[in-house]
């Protein structure tokens, strides 16, 4: 019986031990399925492809496109012809320019700076959601852009 207690207690000695060093724990839990909604606080927002903005787009779904780059990344690289210009930097002062009744899709070079503008817009109630691939991918799709 003292074997099997010094036994036992060696070994929670040996997973504590483990754990004070930051080694991996793994889960039983089988991983859960990617989704298509990324949690910014209480608020989630959607993503959609180049292709599913370009179908919305061209039905005049009543969507509101934010274009989150620089102007000069606008002007040089091009731009959805649909798109307003809000630079990410100027968000928050210029939220009255953004329709609170429309839903909102951002939009930047390659769907890192949208994210940040959906987290933040989600968190003050809009309807947003992220183009990922931003326009690397509209242009990879063939799609037009509108250049000066």
């Given at each position: 019986m003292?074997?099997?207690s010094l036994s036992l207690l060696i070994f929670v000695l040996g997973v504590m031990a483990l754990a004070a060093c930051g080694a991996p724990v793994t889960s039983v839990n089988p991983p859960t399925a990617p989704t298509?909604?990324?949690i910014a606080g209480a608020k989630t927002f959607g993503?959609?492809?180049v292709a599913d903005l370009k179908a919305k787009l061209d039905a005049n779904a009543g969507l509101f496109l934010l274009d989150v780059?620089?102007?000069e990344?606008?002007?040089q690289d091009g731009h959805v012809a649909a798109a307003t210009l809000i630079p990410l930097n100027e968000l928050d002062s210029r939220l009255s320019e953004i329709p609170t009744d429309?839903?909102?899709a951002c939009i930047c070079r390659s769907g890192n700076r949208s994210t940040t503008a959906c987290t933040?817009?989600?968190a003050r109630g809009y309807t947003v959601t992220n183009v990922t691939g931003g326009m690397h991918a509209w242009g990879a799709a063939g799609f037009p852009?509108?250049?000066p």
């Open positions: 003292r074997i099997r298509t909604a990324i993503e959609m492809t780059r620089t102007p990344e606008f002007r429309k839903p909102i933040d817009l989600a852009i509108t250049r």
